[in-house]
């Protein structure tokens, strides 16, 4: 991909941190770590999202993409999102139809960077994404 933004160098620095000798340093997010927050943010926002959503509710929504596609600091990714959704615009109508969306979304991408597919059913995604099931739901005192 051609991009030129500062935030399409990728670093290799996992989590963000690297160390200057004993001391760590939090570095600034790269394109992975902003795109799988990015990600993280949107498809748990869907997983969230209502099963009858009111009309504000929607529109709220909408306007959140929308807006994400214009603000998303990787520019080149933001305007490949402006371009998706132009074909497949959002689907707000309810809580599996926005999950099942974005899903559809993120694998578009995924194909375009050769990683593999997700499964775009409400179990995958709920289990991913807003369940914590063993072991994701065992906690520390
Ligand atoms: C809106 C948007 C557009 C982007 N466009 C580009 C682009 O044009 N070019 C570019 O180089 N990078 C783009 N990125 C970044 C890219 O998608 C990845 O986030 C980045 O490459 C890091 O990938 P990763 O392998 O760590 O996991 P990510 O792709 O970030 O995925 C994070 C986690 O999400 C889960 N997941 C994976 N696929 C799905 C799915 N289909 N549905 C639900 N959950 C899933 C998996 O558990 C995965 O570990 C974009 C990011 C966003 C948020």
Redesign the pocket.
Known sequence: ?D?QDDI?NETHISLNIAFSGDIEVECPPD??????????L??TMAAHYPDKPSEECKKIHQKFIQS??RV?P?K??????RYMMKNQPPELENREKLSIW??????E??K??M????S?DMQ??DE??RKAEPPCNSFID
Not at 76 to 81: E, K, Q
Not at 115 to 118: D, E, Q, R, S
């Open positions: 991909m991009c399409c394109k992975n770590i902003v795109g799988q927050s990015g990600w993280a949107l498809h994400f596609s998303y990787c080149s990714c933001a305007s490949h999102f974005m899903c559809n979304m993120h694998n991408v995924n375009m960077l990683k593999p597919v997700f775009c995958s995604l991913r994404w």
